[in-house]
Structures are given as C-alpha cells and as structure tokens.
C-alpha cells in the first residue's frame, strides 16, 4: 500500500461512510472519486438527519410548543456552527439558502433592486471570470440584460490560471461587483483572492466569492479573504443536498433589499406596504431548509473535529499523488494547472481522443465513479478547445490505493479502444 506522509487515518474515516463500503456492478468495489460535484455523507451526520426527523421535526420561529422550540433551536444552532467555522464576525451574517446558485441570485437580485450606492444600472459594470461555474455566469448575464450593465471578465491563461494583466482595464471606476471562484470546480485553480480584492477595493466594488470548492476542502476565514460575500454549499462538505450559505458584511445586509418576500422575512405587512426584519431572516423568506440545516451543523462538527488543516494537508498529498501517476498515463492531458501547488483536489483531463463519456462509462464499468461533460463550466471547454473532460476529485477520505485503481481503469479505456 503506497504511504504519503500528511495522510489522515483513512481507515478509520471510511468507517464513517456506509456507502463506501457498497459493491457495484458484479461485486466490484466502489471508487468514488466525484466529490466535487457532492462529497458523501458520514453516519453522525445521517445519524443527526434521522434524530431530528424522529424527534424535533416542526417548523422554526412561529410556534410555542415543544417541538417548534427545538426545532428552532437546532435550526439556530447551525447558524451558530456555520458563523464560527467561517470566522464570521456575527451570526446574523450567515444566510440559509437552498445552495450556492441560490446564494449568488440573491446578491445578483439585490444589486438589481438596491438603492445608490449598491445599485447595478446601465452606466455600471460587472466583473467575473472565464472559469466560473454556470451558476456564476447566468445570474449576472440575466442582471446585465435585466439592468443594461456592462458583463467584463478575466480570460484564463493556456495553465489554467487568471490571466489579471490587464486587472486594472477590466475592474474600473464603473465596476460595482466582482463575482469569482476560490478555487475552480474544472480546473482546480486556486485563484489569487488578494490581488483581486485589492484592486476592487481601490475602486469602490463589492466582491463576491463563490467558496464551493474551497470550504469543504480548506479552513475558510472570510474576515481574511476581505470580501463582502461568501458563498458556498453544505452537498459538497460531508452536509445534505437541499442547504448553501450566504455571508455577507453586516452593513450591507442591512442596506440591500430582500430577494424573496414571504412569511417570516417581515417585521410588520399591511395591505399598502411591508417592512422586513432584520437580517439573516430578511432574506429567508417563507419555511426554511430546516432539517438541512440541522444536517450541515452536523457536518461542521465532523469536519471541524477532524481540523481542516488536516484535511487540506490529506488532499494536497492525495491530489500531489494522482497528479504524478495520471501523468504516467500515455496520451493523457490535464486540463489546468499541472502541478499540485495553488490548486484544489479536482483534476480534469482529456484521455487522446477518446470522448470523456466513453472514459466515464467504462472506469463505471470497474466501479469507478468520476464525472464526465463540461462540469457546468462550458466557457473552460471552449477555452481550451475541448468538448468536454473527464475530472476526477477527492476528499478526506480519498486513498493512494483509489489513485492506483483509477489509473489502472484509464488503462483499461485505453485498450478497450484500441
């Protein structure tokens, strides 16, 4: 068994995970290795999902029995969990969303609808990147043409990075948001946030970071990024589908509008206006993901006891290692940056010129789940002049041996066709 040193006790964590030890396709054991599109769930987490469904299961903030109260209170304790894993300043900063496409509409929507100095018009501009997720293109696309604004973004270099040579012509006196990943879903860039912020700061603009690859992966601090806004999603850090987050500075909540109107969201409503309470309720308008978010406090404990140190110093050593052995591949070709420094646990490449699906469809066949396609991020693909990748990506409780196991796989592709 390959030993790499800075590896998590993988054994023990696997146990955690009752579908890692499934059998598929004739008693072929299970490789998982898409977690960048959803990472699996551990028991303590499906453990808390059942308990509260067995046990507390009502809705939050409108009842004074029993069950509402507890319900309420785990809902809120999540929110308690979530702030201080993120290092947020205050509780009430952190938003529940049903993921982080929800969590970048809202900004996007309330930008539309704010007042000066926040407002989006036909005389502003608004700044993204070339490696963004759909979900970080289409919500400023739809707000461009909604509002007449200026859509500016940064190209992408031939290694998959930002090209920020001309930072200073793309983020200007007119911008008013820059909206960009952390750490990109396709490529695994880890993308420079200092040298952006700081340029968007020069001029005045708000910035957004789209965290989703960042926060199951890495400690994530959002007073030291220095952003406005912080998205991210629970699916992809050990938490349900169903539950994102939103932070967002404290004075900027208070300032923007809402995005949905509803129950629970308001202070007083009449039949000629509203007002809305404050925020982080102001923006959770009607029944809330409430078991999801019970699930995702659970899954920041689990996380947070094992260290996202540790967790970031596994993955590096695991993805320094699948970088290595992929390269031994013949006629493979990663997509992005080919060293395992500055770049998250997700690796796309392309297999000669045999079509990602195909790739995808026999590593299935040997229990070997990846994904295939243009990972939400077509832009990447035309970039590079691809169809599509095959990406591979891992997480804590990804082991050298499912390394071993895909590159044996890809072997198997490439005689299968010749």
Request: hydrophobic content about 40%; glycine content about 8%; overall charge negative.
């Amino acid at each position: 068994m390959t030993q790499l040193p800075g590896l998590l006790d993988t054994e023990a964590i696997r146990k955690d995970f009752p579908i890692l030890d499934r059998q598929i396709h004739d008693g072929k054991k299970l490789v998982y290795l898409d977690n960048a599109a959803t990472s699996q769930t551990p028991r303590q987490v499906l453990d808390v999902l059942n308990e509260y469904y067995e046990q507390h299961n009502a809705n939050v903030h409108r009842g004074v029995h029993v069950l509402a109260e507890e319900a309420t209170a785990l809902y809120e304790g999540a929110r308690d969990k979530v702030a201080e894993f993120i290092n947020a300043p205050s509780r009430d900063e952190v938003i529940f969303t049903k993921n982080a496409s929800e969590s970048l509409n809202l900004v996007a929507n309330m930008l539309g609808w704010a007042d000066e100095p926040y407002r989006v018009d036909h005389e502003t501009e608004i700044v993204i990147t070339e490696m963004e997720h759909h979900s970080n293109i289409v919500p400023w696309q739809l707000l461009s043409q909604r509002t007449g604004a200026k859509l500016k973004w940064f190209g992408l270099t031939d290694d998959g990075r930002l090209d920020l040579s001309n930072i200073d012509e793309i983020i200007t006196e007119k911008t008013k948001i820059v909206s960009f990943v952390l750490v990109s879903n396709i490529l695994g860039t880890h993308n420079p946030v200092e040298a952006i912020v700081r340029r968007a700061q020069e001029v005045g603009a708000l910035v957004l970071i789209d965290a989703s690859q960042a926060a199951p992966h890495m400690p994530l601090d959002v007073q030291a990024l220095q952003a406005d806004f912080v998205a991210f999603t629970g699916h992809k850090m050990c938490g349900p589908t169903g539950i994102g987050v939103l932070w967002g500075r404290q004075e900027l909540l208070e300032d923007l509008p809402p995005f949905l109107g509803g129950g629970e969201m308001i202070e007083t409503v009449s039949m000629h206006s509203s007002t809305y309470a404050p925020a982080p309720h102001k923006f959770e308008a009607g029944t809330p993901p409430v078991s999801q978010a019970v699930g995702l406090g659970a899954a920041v404990d689990y996380l947070s006891a094992i260290g996202m140190d540790k967790i970031a110093a596994h993955e590096h050593a695991i993805t320094e290692y699948a970088v290595k052995r992929l390269l031994e591949v013949p006629d493979l070709k990663i997509i992005g940056p080919s060293s395992a420094e500055d770049r998250g646990a997700a690796i796309s490449f392309t297999l000669g010129d045999i079509h990602p699906h195909d790739v995808g469809q026999v590593l299935d066949e040997e229990g070997i789940a990846v994904r295939v396609g243009h990972h939400c991020a077509r832009p990447v693909c035309l970039r590079y002049g691809i169809p599509a990748t095959t990406r591979a990506s891992f997480y804590l409780y990804s082991t050298p041996g499912e390394i071993d196991a895909l590159v044996d796989g890809l072997e198997h592709v490439r005689n299968f066709f010749g």
